[in-house]
């Protein structure tokens, strides 16, 4: 097995793990501007890093279709780090507040109440 050759134990606290998730889930659906506005500047930020290994012009050109729609991409799958990180900060505040049983339940709610809010926005 697997920890046979691990030398250390550690630990996951799953709920911990579940309850920022979801946490960050909600706060991706229910800021959608500060989402675009990041996504945006990681896929421009992703387009010009990608043009400083280019010594070429024609090249770059030829290219530049499949690079930019790669790029877009990795930009909308790395947009969710910032929410992860905040969202464990939510899930933590919560923890302390009201104790770990709520964690994962408030994570719920808040999921639920933004993705009410997503569709109601959209809508309009």
């Known amino acids: 097995m697997v920890i046979d050759f691990i030398p250390f134990r550690f630990s996951l606290n799953t709920a911990m793990i579940a309850g ?49 729609s790669q790029n877009a991409f990795y930009a909308s799958l790395f947009s969710i780090i910032p929410f992860l990180v905040i969202g464990g900060f939510c899930n933590w505040g919560v923890e302390l507040g009201l104790g770990q049983s709520w964690s994962v339940s408030m994570g719920m709610l808040a999921c639920m109440a933004c993705g009410i809010y997503e569709l109601g926005r959209q809508s309009t």
């Open 20 to 68: 920022a998730c979801l946490w960050s889930f909600s706060l991706y659906l229910g800021f959608s501007s500060l989402r675009e506005w990041v996504i945006e500047g990681l896929n421009r930020w992703f387009n010009f890093a990608e043009r400083s290994l280019y010594t070429s012009i024609e090249e770059f050109e030829r290219t530049r279709q499949a690079r930019e």
